[in-house]
């Protein structure tokens, strides 16, 4: 079920392949790069940062990422902050969730992108920010689909 609201992005897909599998498209960096076309550098650890490399219409978005939990290959939480230099915070920062749910041999796949009622943005950056990654979570959703079915 795919809800939208001005705080939160609620997209899900189900994917013809175990947890398991599904996990490591989501956290290795090679297959990041294959459906999300950025370039990724974190650990899937609670506690842990690193840095996400966005392309979009010939444009770099350098991002922070702070991993909050992780458990594998049920749950993954992490804030992500963009310019990079910045260290992801709730006034910064939104919060993304992925569920990873195992439904007989497929995997219903839940992201959950929030906190942008929180974030200290003007009401403009907000509304685009919202749009922007309301149809982005659509098509890299879409992307994951289908690269997990060339695997």
Same mark, same amino acid.
């Given at each position: ?6 705080? #939160? ?8 392949? @175990? %947890? ?5 498209? $989501?956290? *290795? ?47 993954? #939480? ?8 910045? @260290? %992801? ?5 939104? $919060?993304? *969730? ?54």
């Amino acid at each position: 079920m795919d809800t939208i609201t001005t705080d #939160a992005i609620t997209r899900e897909v189900t994917i013809d392949a @175990a %947890p398991e599998t599904v996990w490591r498209i $989501l956290t *290795e960096p090679e297959h990041i790069f294959r459906w999300w076309f950025a370039k990724a550098e974190f650990e899937p650890v609670a506690g842990t940062n690193g840095h996400i490399l966005f392309r979009v219409g010939g444009r770099s978005y350098p991002t922070e990422i702070a991993v909050l939990a992780a458990d594998a290959p049920s749950f993954l #939480a992490l804030r992500w902050c963009h310019p990079a230099g910045d @260290a %992801p915070t709730e006034l910064n920062s939104t $919060l993304v *969730e992925f569920t990873l749910e195992p439904i007989g041999g497929q995997t219903l796949l839940r992201v959950v992108e929030s906190g942008l009622s929180k974030v200290d943005w003007d009401a403009d950056t907000k509304a685009a920010y919202l749009d922007s990654h309301t149809e982005g979570w659509k098509h890299h959703l879409r992307d994951l689909g289908q690269y997990m079915a060339w695997l």
